[in-house]
């Protein structure tokens, strides 16, 4: 009646991530670049995961792709492990470093085989690619859910058309460097224009 | 760092039901009236929960609520119970056909030992006593994940201002009685003044 055919659905947390200037990174050093990507992965990244209670569903060279089965925890998780890696390059030059953008939305994603699909999927690939290196950008939906459980400052982006998406996206930047002091809709900041969707060179999916 | 606790957490579409006129329908025929509703549950309403992969979390004499996994088999719960109703009542004599109110939200509620519990879990409640006898009213996040899956009309209520959540709740009916032709965003529907608040006389949080 509803549908001509029934999947299996699952509400989850999607977070992306990749690594920022891959290529020029591997460029310059192969075998270093993997061994740093390997030891943050092993010690920060999935240790994190796992006590944020979220599930990696695939990864590549550069990047990853993780679900959560609650939105406080994934931008919990987001959050601690970009404050951690801004630690962790403290002491090394800025041309080594190693830095992520990282997107999260909340979807009603379809499951198959341990691996997920939807157009929630990919908004959060689309959500990383329009982050800041070292930033997390988040869906409107995900910014509904944790702001007034999280003290974590957000800012309005405005809406972006993403490619492949039929619907523009509300975008909205997590302000990693300050707390929240109020509620944010007691506390409106000036509108800033969007961030240019084509910042960055690469205009194909994310490879995650 | 985030937050003082951590407790589980989880995305769920969260399903409120109450009966409409449930004391008038005691008043008048106590023993026909649990009957009725006892055959209802066990005819129609908990077999199509468990079709659509959905949780009792607890019921009261009148009332229902309900978790699923996915938004998508929700709303396809809630529209499948609704029209099935109708169906049922049709030989019925209408001071005796038993209709319920139906709310839909979507949250990242707190689980405790089986229970659910957070704004999420309020809000369905609210969205319930909103609907009229037979409807289903639906948050903005919950139309918004849907609408693109499911071949049914919302129609926007407006902002609403419930008991006890700091904002407004932006409410959308569902037209049960029509299938959608295109999708929502390119047929805009004139606005429709929002339902009253105070319709109906209960003010009170729902007895589920």
Chains 1, 2 share one sequence.
Do not use: W
């Amino acid at each position: 009646m509803l549908s001509t055919e029934r999947v299996e659905r699952r509400l989850a947390a999607i977070l992306a991530a990749d690594v920022v200037g891959y290529s020029r990174l591997m460029g310059a050093d192969e075998e270093g670049t993997l061994a740093a990507l390997k030891a943050i992965r092993r010690e920060l990244a999935d240790p994190k995961i796992a006590e944020h209670r979220g599930r990696i569903v695939k990864t590549t060279g550069d990047g990853l792709l993780a679900e959560f089965a609650s939105v406080v925890d994934a931008v919990r998780y987001a959050v601690e492990l970009q404050r951690a890696m801004v630690a962790r390059n403290a002491d090394v030059p800025p041309e080594r470093r190693i830095e992520f953008h990282i997107g999260i939305n909340l979807g009603d994603i379809i499951i198959d085989e341990g691996d997920i699909h939807g157009d929630g999927v990919n908004v959060a690939a689309r959500l990383e690619a329009l982050a800041e290196p070292g930033g997390i950008c988040v869906s409107r939906v995900v910014r509904d859910q944790v702001r007034d459980r999280l003290e974590i400052a957000f800012e309005d982006m405005g809406e972006q058309q993403v490619k492949n998406i039929a619907r523009p996206v509300r975008v909205h930047r997590i302000r990693l460097g300050e707390k929240r002091l109020r509620p944010e809709s007691r506390q409106p900041r000036p509108h800033r224009s969007p961030c240019p969707t084509n910042r960055r060179s690469r205009c194909c999916p994310s490879p995650i």
